[in-house]
């Protein structure tokens, strides 16, 4: 994940300003844990570490849900940032200005090319809901491209990322980052799904969402939305260089550039899917600027 150092990050900067945040998000590096098991390790009282635990949620640095634990239910906390480069130069903003060999776009989310979609499912735009719930058909409704949230149990959309290569140009790097979660009846936040990213046909790697949700309101969601519904994704980084496929710089394949051979004139054809046989089948919700946590679509940049 990337971002610019500037006032509508502060939530997310703030959480690094508290040494106790900071201190939680070490423990959590390791492996989830209870919030009672912090508060004890810290010396601090549930409540305190509860709010802590807020400022980090909202910011999408981790994410909670409640879980069985030695007195009823707990809840758990779970890291989701894994990757954070913050961007102070005002030129790092723009990938075209620091390589002049790329290109950088936005994708909304509703601007998907093809789909295959099974209930519960839906899209939504910032006014209001697009057609009926869990109706696939729907997902060919003119008033699709309005859409900044949609969501399938199973199956995939893909996206065209336009291909301004010219001459002999050949892409060196594909760098694709979006707001995603599960996809769940309501929402659950322990509600895993394997959601797969490919590119042409070619799988680059499978990502193990851990939950959708919904009990903390996304911020940029509209006030008609309701709060049983699914609130925010994880924002995610997928990358796919001359070395490998990666999420979040953590390697998912070989699938390299190189194999996938993008020069102009090519698709570039990106799919987001999940699969009903996959170990974890728990669908896929997509956020975009006027949804979620974060104000941006898919952004997409490629480097040639």
């Known amino acids: 994940m990337e971002i610019e150092v500037g006032t509508r990050h502060m939530p997310l900067l703030e959480c690094l300003s508290s040494e106790t945040r900071v201190r939680i998000i070490e423990m959590l590096r390791d492996k989830p844990m209870y919030v009672k098991e912090i508060a004890d390790e810290l010396s601090l009282s549930s409540a305190i570490v509860t709010k802590h635990m807020q400022k980090l949620e909202q910011a999408g640095i981790v994410s909670t849900h409640m879980a069985a634990g030695t007195r009823g239910k707990q809840k758990i906390c779970t890291l989701s940032l894994e990757r954070l480069v913050l961007l102070f130069q005002a030129d790092a903003r723009k990938p075209e200005a620091r390589d002049p060999s790329s290109y950088a776009v936005s994708i909304p989310i509703g601007h998907y090319s093809a789909y295959q979609v099974k209930p519960t499912c839906g899209l939504a735009s910032p006014r209001k809901l697009i057609g009926l719930l869990d109706d696939p058909r729907y997902f060919d409704a003119p008033e699709r491209v309005e859409a900044h949230h949609l969501w ?153």
């Open 152 to 304: 399938f149990a199973s199956g995939y959309v893909e996206y065209r990322v336009p291909n301004y290569l010219v001459g002999d140009a050949r892409a060196r790097e594909l760098r694709v980052t979006l707001e995603i979660g599960s996809e769940a009846p309501g929402y659950r936040e322990d509600w895993p799904s394997d959601i797969a990213f490919s590119v042409n046909g070619v799988e680059l790697g499978v990502w193990t969402c851990p939950g959708d949700f919904g009990s903390q309101r996304g911020r940029l969601n509209p006030e008609w939305w309701g709060s049983s519904n699914s609130q925010h994704g994880v924002l995610k980084t997928l990358l796919v260089n001359e070395e490998g496929s990666y999420i979040d710089g953590v390697r998912m394949s070989d699938i390299t550039m190189g194999t996938l051979g993008l020069t102009a004139g090519s698709d570039i054809r990106l799919r987001i899917a999940s699969a009903e046989d996959a170990r974890y089948p728990g669908g896929v919700s997509l956020f975009g600027s006027r949804f979620g946590n974060y104000a941006h679509d898919i952004e997409a940049t490629v480097a040639y």
